[in-house]
Every structure is written in C-alpha cells, then in structure tokens.
T-cell receptor
Framework: EPEVTQTPSHQVTQMGQEVILRCVPI?????FYWYRQILGQKVEFLVS????????KSEIFDDQFSVERPDGSNFTLKIRSTKLEDSAMYFC??????????????FGEGSRLTVL | AQKVTQAQTEISVVEKEDVTLDCVYE???????LFWYKQPPSGELVFLIR??????QNEISGRYSWNFQKSTSSFNFTITASQVVDSAVYFC?????????????FGEGTQLTVNP
C-alpha cells in the first residue's frame, strides 16, 4: 500500500540551528501538508501546498518556516532558527484532492524534533 | 473560525465494553467535512472515517460506528465490544468549506484505554 514517508524519524538540534524535515508524499497526490503536534497536545495545521505554492498557512507558520518541493518527489519543511518551543512531532500528509474532493489525508509517521 | 471539542480527555473501559467518544464542532461553513483519526502509542495518525455535511446517515464499519447529528453539531464515535488494541488517542477533525479551505482543525483528542 502506498504511504507517506518522513525522514528523519527523530532529530535533536541546538536552539538557533536550521532544521530540514523531509517527506515523500504518495506519488499521484497533488496536495501536501505539514502539521505539528506538541507532546500531549492536539495536532495543529501548519501549511498546505498545491501546484508548487503555498495554498494556505496558519498563524504558527511564520517567517521562520518555509516549505519546498525541490525535485518533484520530496516535500520539505525548513525551520531557519529553531526555538525551544519548536520541539514537537511534525507530520507530513498528502491527498489526491483537497479534503473536499478526495477526502482522505494520508499521514506519514512523523518526525520528532527536539530542540535543546 | 472552526472549532472541534472533545470534552472527554481520558476514558478507561474494560475489554468488551462499548464506548462512545464525543465530538462537537463549530463552523460557519455550510459545506464541511468531519473526520476521525486514531493515534496509537507508536504515534502515527490513522484515518478512520470522513463524512460530508450533507450526509447525515450513520455509518457502521465492523465494531466501529459513527453518529452524525447536524442539529447538535456532533459527530460521535462508538466502539462496540472494545479490545485492548483499541487503546489509542482518538482525534475528531473538521475541514473544508468557504472559510477554512483544506486545513484540518483537530480536537484535543480522547485517550482511550481498554484494560484486559
């Protein structure tokens, strides 16, 4: 069964360092997303990406964050200068259409980021 | 703004008991979509169901059933004859429509523990 894959599964970094989280969405999907989950809390939307541009972003997704689809298969989330509060599980997701069309978001297994 | 409330933070049952997880939502959209996701201890998010706002028919899938009541803005999830493997955090989520695009808004989650 096709799946969304994420790397790394866990990254530990020092405050102020740049981090790149990588995702390989399902190959025929057109919509890509990043969500995050701070430990013990709910899952929060960060950004959606369609047709090589951001289609929607939340208030969490400030100038420290950026997304990119560099080579037609990978979908990356970059945090430029990490803060302690960026420690969380980051989930990548993809869908064939928007949630109103195909309906189902397929989530990766997450990348746990720990900022020290 | 959209909001999802899962008032039950934790539920503990004994195997074979039936259990209902509550979900209440708020939205100004006339078209929207409701989801349930399961997050087992391993951390991934597993899609369970998606319903659109025009389809109030209840759904049953094996031991799982969902009760969508538009009049009370609720989308409750019942597990019949619970099993230890059902132990997980369950998230209700809402998306779609005119004001929120494709982002999923998650509830806080309900931690379900099924004891043998």
């Amino acid at each position: 069964e096709p799946e969304v894959t994420q790397t790394p599964s866990h990254q530990v970094t020092q405050m102020g360092q740049e981090v790149i989280l990588r995702c390989v969405p399902i190959s025929n999907h057109l919509y890509f997303y990043w969500y995050r989950q701070i430990l013990g809390q709910k899952v929060e939307f960060l950004v959606s990406f369609y047709n090589n541009e951001i289609s929607e972003k939340s208030e969490i997704f400030d100038d420290q964050f950026s997304v990119e689809r560099p080579d037609g298969s990978n979908f990356t989330l970059k945090i430029r200068s990490t803060k302690l509060e960026d420690s969380a599980m980051y989930f990548c997701a993809s869908s064939e259409g928007g949630t109103g069309e195909s309906g189902e978001l397929f989530f990766g297994e997450g990348s746990r980021l720990t900022v020290l | 703004a959209q909001k999802v409330t899962q008032a039950q933070t934790e539920i503990s049952v004994v195997e074979k008991e039936d259990v209902t997880l509550d979900c209440v939502y708020e939205t100004r959209d006339t078209t929207y979509y409701l989801f349930w996701y399961k997050q087992p201890p391993s951390g991934e998010l597993v899609f369970l169901i998606r319903r659109n706002s025009f389809d109030e028919q209840n759904e049953i899938s094996g031991r799982y059933s969902w009760n969508f009541q538009k009049s009370t803005s609720s989308f409750n999830f019942t597990i019949t004859a619970s099993q230890v493997v059902d132990s997980a955090v369950y998230f209700c989520a809402l998306s779609g429509g005119e004001t929120s695009g494709s982002r999923l808004t998650f509830g806080e989650g309900t931690q379900l523990t099924v004891n043998p």
